[in-house]
């Protein structure tokens, strides 16, 4: 048990004490500036020898992270340019670029007889950088130590990374190695802080609940035990201003005064919650023109949290369905309670705070947008921080087979787990306990057709097996019974599959697709047993087929995720294997594998064919 005794000020050292205290800080000044300033220069010339690992090296980095390009257009919706408001016809300096949108889409033929005086030079990159200045975003990190100088150093260049990719961080540091009440706590933690970047040393979280929040009501995460006003944000905007990338101890203000150590994860959970309604005042105050000219504030760096990052030397939350090692993506509305409630114990010893993270990661995510996220991330990959952030998925897709997460060399125990915000999952198994109203919404949307509702739910009524629905009718993954005429046994097929367009990207087709492996082929695993309202586990594995058109552009993505697939004509049929009954297999032949095909594998193609092909069309 840590000890709960509180610091009522910095305690009197010994001049001995003092003398050594001075001598490590500073060393302490001199690691903070070879981390963070030395890094913001040209590097010095160094033989190859001398060089860094390729993990921390920026270009690299960003080759590493490999995005799609969904995610180029998130992340330049993000981070990208603004739109510049238009200036007055009587403006001195008028612009000499034109907008985007007056920007032809075919550009008009250059005569090779064009003089060169007639043309505009190009501007330089400083110039460059002024016009089209990148949108600053904030996250909030805890740095949970203790780190060696080394280890530090390679954080730090992560975030100096970040922060040229637009995303400036605001740094709680906490240290397990000191527990509280010790003597000398406080200077202990004070020159932690120093080894990292800027150390913002004023106090800026208030302990206790906030004096103007109504009667506590119930929440569905642990509000954080402290608060923030926006005046306290005064030290935090001025570091972000000046370039800066601010750290914090874990201080707050009690009610005499006193500066006093709290945990970290409330520090934390009052600035996420602090600093989006900062944010919004300033979005008010600016909408409204009654904001004051002179408040120690700045428009160019949005001071909503877009990210948590938790970077200790544990990394992620363990999972059964990785053998130990971390979740990959987490899905907290609806995992959570799961989550905690079938820890193994033995994970305590080597990964404490997993859960307590976990719990920090709800309650932030809470307060910050949905599209955010959190990352719980070992200090040995830093290099994932970027990924991340360009590309805002898991290191590899959750959704995938596992068999193919199994032999993975991508995952590790220092592999991250995302976290998001997420949506309520939810199995329903009666046709009469369907929105169809939302249900029709969301398969035109999604689809971009009108549906055939009445022809579509009359056959429902006879065939429906289950729906998955994402939230409020977000996503839903419809699957039947269809009979065959030469098997006692239906098939199992996936007729529809949607998410709304608004929420392609967020994570949402991920949970969508594992709640729909653990009510279908992945039924009888362990890792199967989510509490969504569905079998939880419980039964037999059955085969799931479904059909695409050829020309579907979501067919690669179909292809990576099923067993096996066969062309017909301009259709295209997949299936995923019962992966119970592969186990079981697989185990019957020992080292002799699997046959090319089995003998329960004969003519279930031509069968399943058949069948699917006289499946009506469920659109106009």
């Not at 402290?226 to 905007?237: K, T």
């Not at 098939?491 to 929420?503: G, N, Q, R, T």
Request: proline share 8%.
């Amino acid at each position: 048990m840590l000890s709960h005794t509180v610091l009522h000020g910095p305690r009197i050292l010994s001049p001995a004490a003092a003398s050594a205290l001075k001598a490590r800080r500073t060393q302490t000044f001199r690691a903070f500036y070879a981390t963070i300033r030395s890094l913001r220069q040209p590097p010095p010339t160094v033989e190859v020898d001398d060089l860094d690992s390729p993990d921390n090296d920026f270009i690299l980095s960003l080759l590493k992270a490999n995005p799609s390009l969904r995610d180029t257009k998130s992340y330049l919706a993000n981070f990208g340019v603004r739109p510049q408001t238009p200036e007055p016809a009587d403006s001195i300096f008028p612009s000499t670029r034109p907008s985007t949108s007056s920007v032809p889409k075919e550009a008009p033929n250059i005569s090779v007889n064009k003089q060169p005086e007639q043309l505009k030079p190009t501007p330089g990159p400083i110039v460059s950088s002024i016009l089209d200045p990148v949108y600053r975003r904030t996250a909030l990190v805890k740095l949970q130590g203790p780190f060696t100088n080394k280890q530090l150093d390679s954080i730090a260049r992560g975030m100096v990374y970040l922060e040229k990719l637009g995303l400036v961080s605001v740094i709680v540091v906490e240290n397990d190695n000191l527990v509280r009440g010790d003597d000398g706590e406080r200077s202990a933690i004070i020159e932690e802080i120093m080894r990292v970047a800027r150390p913002v040393l004023g106090t800026v979280v208030r302990l206790g609940p906030k004096p103007d929040d109504e009667l506590p009501e119930p929440h569905d995460f642990v509000p954080p035990e402290a608060h923030v006003f926006p005046s306290d944000l005064v030290a935090i905007r001025s570091a972000l201003r000046a370039g800066e990338i601010p750290v914090l101890p874990p201080f707050a203000l009690d009610s005499f005064c006193r500066s006093v150590r709290i945990d970290a994860n409330d520090v934390l959970g009052a600035l996420a919650r602090g600093m989006a309604e900062a944010a919004a005042l300033d979005d008010n105050g600016m909408k409204s023109g009654s904001c004051d000219t002179h408040e120690d504030y700045s428009q160019d760096i949005n001071l909503v949290p877009m990210r948590l990052m938790i970077i200790s030397r544990e990394g992620g939350v363990p999972s059964y369905a990785r053998e130990g090692f971390p979740h990959l993506l987490i899905n907290v509305n609806s995992e959570y309670d799961y989550i905690r409630d079938t820890y193994d114990p033995s994970w305590y010893k080597g990964k404490p705070s997993s859960l307590s993270n976990l719990s920090l990661a709800r309650t932030c995510l809470a307060y910050m947008p949905p599209t955010s996220s959190a990352i719980m991330v070992s200090h040995r990959s830093p290099s994932s921080l970027i990924a991340n952030l360009i590309t805002n998925k898991p290191a590899v897709s959750s959704s995938l087979p596992h068999a193919l997460l199994q032999g993975n060399r991508k995952l590790t125990r220092d592999t991250p787990t995302l976290l998001r915000r997420g949506l309520p999952i939810q199995v329903i198994r009666s046709l009469a306990d369907v929105d169809k109203t939302k249900m029709n919404n969301l398969l035109e949307k999604s689809f971009k057709r009108t549906l055939g509702a009445d022809a579509f739910y009359r056959r429902l009524e006879q065939t429906l097996d289950f729906v998955v629905v994402a939230g409020d009718y977000v996503g839903a993954a419809i699957v039947t019974n269809e009979t065959s005429p030469d098997s006692s046994e239906p098939i199992s097929y996936l007729d529809k599959f949607a998410v709304l367009p608004s929420h392609q990207g967020d994570g949402t087709v991920d949970f969508l697709w594992v709640a729909l492996h653990d009510e279908s082929y992945g039924l009888g695993h362990p890792f199967s047993i989510n509490p969504n309202g569905g079998k939880e586990g419980k039964g037999e594995g059955r085969d799931l087929v479904w059909r695409s058109r050829d020309d579907n552009p979501v067919n690669k993505w179909y292809f990576e995720r099923s067993t096996g697939h066969m062309r017909m004509g301009s259709w295209v049929l997949f299936w995923c294997d019962a992966e119970k009954r592969l186990k079981v297999e697989e185990g019957r032949r020992a080292n002799a594998g699997l046959s090319y095909i089995e003998d329960w594998e004969e003519g279930r193609l031509s069968r399943w064919a058949d069948v699917v092909t006289k499946i009506p069309s469920a659109w106009k």
